[in-house]
């Protein structure tokens, strides 16, 4: 189908503002007039133009718009947020049709930016079937979000091909080659949240940041393209036991920095804490730190991408809970035995292989000497 070529074309474009946009969507827009393409654009970066908008302008003779078909990955927005709606544009423009990939789920625009542009007059085709399912694929994270309130989470560990984290003392650098590294680097590049939990941070004392760009303060700045802010890193500590000294905690007032713990966690700790610049993000368990809640409020503040990257008992509360979409498997070709070896996903398990969590969609790739199995949680 000819629409399905020009919204792939779409889908495309949009990609370019990963990383960039977020809390909102990947949209990008083609303009098709006599069988030509005379007009492209995407949304390029948080609180600038949509793509609908960078189209329209992307078109020398404005004239050459009547009558001209836009083609877009998601529904054009029909209300006032960082920028006008982007619906009335479009009727003013003198485009005629509007083809569509999927509708929008946000409820202030789901259906109105549709009906606003079929009251005007334009003929508007909504598809479905697999390019309708592409598209919404590509908007997992934006689509999670607004339909649940929740973030989307990936799961990341490397293990060696024996299934362990690190040797029997403890030891885990590197399981992983340094192109798997790098790798991991991208990723954390494109979330806007990384999770550990408190053990890896009193075992490794990392930084959970893409490769730091200083300055001659020694402050952090954004990573190496300067196109978004560093993702926030989210330490899941029930009693707060962070050190002070961490290097967490040492750069929490330069890089956006979230503690969560239980209701039982100190209070004369939370205060040194928050003038040191971390943001405490109390939960409602007694003890442990219930994660759906700490989602929720993680949501609330614009985190709406989590990589979480351990420990496994962490990993274990992470799935058993429901709440991981995506993997990432970084495989080594090493073997180190250990029956009291770490293995990524801990907790209590499951007692029942018929209850086990499917992966779907699986790819397999080698990265230098290791595999990668990257795929979907099914839900």
Request: glycine residues 8%.
């Amino acid at each position: 189908m000819i629409s399905n070529k020009y919204i792939r074309l779409a889908v495309e474009i949009a990609k370019r503002g990963e990383g960039k946009v977020e809390p909102n969507p990947l949209v990008g827009a083609v303009i098709v007039k006599d069988g030509k393409i005379i007009g492209k654009g995407y949304h390029q970066y948080f609180g600038g133009p949509h793509a609908e908008i960078n189209a329209i302008n992307s078109v020398r003779n404005h004239a050459d718009l009547k009558g001209a078909t836009l083609y877009i990955n998601l529904e054009p927005c029909a209300h006032f947020g960082k920028t006008p709606p982007c619906a009335p544009a479009v009727i003013q423009s003198g485009i005629k049709k509007v083809v569509i990939a999927k509708q929008d789920p946000n409820p202030l625009v789901s259906g109105k930016g549709i009906q606003m542009l079929r009251d005007a007059g334009i003929t508007v085709e909504l598809l479905k079937g697999t390019i309708a399912k592409e598209a919404e694929q590509m908007n997992a994270t934006f689509f999670k979000l607004q339909k649940t309130g929740l973030p989307y989470v990936i799961a990341k560990w490397a293990m060696t091909a024996d299934g362990k984290l690190a040797t029997v003392t403890g030891d885990s650098k590197w399981i992983s080659s340094e192109q798997s590294r790098e790798l991991v680097q991208e990723i954390r590049s494109k979330v806007s949240g990384i999770l550990v939990g408190i053990n890896t941070v009193l075992k490794d004392n990392p930084m959970l940041i893409p490769h730091p760009v200083r300055d001659r303060s020694s402050r952090m700045t954004a990573i190496s393209n300067g196109a978004r802010p560093l993702p926030s890193r989210i330490i899941i500590d029930s009693f707060a036991r962070i050190p002070l000294n961490s290097q967490i905690v040492k750069t929490a007032n330069h890089i956006t920095t979230y503690i969560a713990v239980s209701k039982s966690a100190p209070a004369k700790k939370l205060q040194v804490l928050t003038e040191k610049g971390c943001i405490i993000i109390k939960t409602k368990s007694k003890n442990t730190v219930d994660l759906k809640d700490l989602f929720r409020q993680l949501a609330a503040f614009g985190i709406n991408k989590i990589l979480v990257e351990g420990g496994g008992e962490i990993l274990g509360s992470i799935f058993a809970g429901n709440l991981a979409d995506e993997v990432y498997i970084f495989i080594a070709p090493k073997i180190t035995g250990g029956r009291d070896a770490k293995t990524p996903v801990e907790g209590p398990g499951i007692k029942l292989m018929r209850n086990a969590i499917n992966l779907r969609d699986m790819t397999v790739k080698q990265i230098g000497p290791d595999v990668l199995l990257h795929g979907k949680v099914d839900k």
